[in-house]
């Protein structure tokens, strides 16, 4: 695993400002990955053995995402909409998996670890680099039932939207007692439709790098 510092500086740059956030996803991600025994976590040989939980979009997300290249687009980092500073890093290969939760302990304990007189933001950006993981942490050893249809690699299903026609992939349809349907013909769209569907004119056609 690389230095700390250098991980957060790339994530940093990534993510586009420091904050505690930031160190908190980067410690994060480096105990997760020293945890399942993944020490290279963007090495090529660990492409697809590492998949990450995540369970809050804020910016440690992002950190976790830089110091072990999980990507959404990957299929190797999973979101889990559960508003908790919390992640679980999980070995294909072996099986391991650990939930690391930020505590909030660690808020109290920030100042002790960082110079007198910043303010509570620096005191935790700073903290939070120096206290030990079993302050800034609590971790539970967990196990993952990963289902075929969430693993990377090509859709392993397809389905068609029996309502709207759409092409479902990975397993996501709903199967009603009559009929297949997709996620927002359903009960659990998070949109409401004002117009139907239209086709953007073809003002712009990009041929070979060129617009004309």
């Known amino acids: 695993m690389e230095k700390f510092q250098k991980l ?8 586009g400002h420091l904050c505690a956030g930031q160190v908190i996803g980067v410690r994060m991600a480096m105990l997760g990955c020293r945890l399942v025994g993944i020490d ?12 990450v939980y995540v369970e809050i979009d804020r ?14 687009g990957k299929r190797t980092m999973k979101f889990k909409d559960f508003g908790i500073n919390a992640a ?6 072996s099986g391991l998996a650990y939930r690391i939760i930020s505590t909030e302990k660690s808020r109290d304990y920030a100042s002790q670890y960082a110079s007198k007189g ?16 079993n302050l800034l942490f609590d971790v539970q ?7 075929e249809n969430d693993m990377p690699g090509p859709p392993r299903h397809h389905a068609i939207c029996e309502r709207c026609g759409q092409m479902i992939r990975d397993g996501k349809e709903v199967q009603s007692s009559y009929q297949i349907i997709c996620r927002p013909c ?8 004002l117009e139907p569907y239209w086709s953007p004119a073809p003002d712009n056609i990009l041929i070979e790098d060129k617009v004309i």
């Open 118 to 133: 910043l303010s509570i933001k620096d005191q935790q950006i700073i903290g939070y680099q120096n206290m030990p993981d």
């Open 59 to 72: 910016c440690a997300t992002d950190a976790i995402g830089s110091v072990t290249g999980c990507q959404l």
């Open 88 to 93: 679980t890093f999980v070995n294909l290969d």
């Open 40 to 51: 290279a976590p963007k090495d090529p040989r660990y492409r697809k053995k590492l998949i």
């Open 186 to 193: 359903s009960e659990e769209s998070y949109f409401t439709v």
């Open 8 to 15: 957060l500086d790339e994530s940093v740059k990534k993510h």
């Open 141 to 147: 050893r967990v196990q993952i039932a990963l289902p």
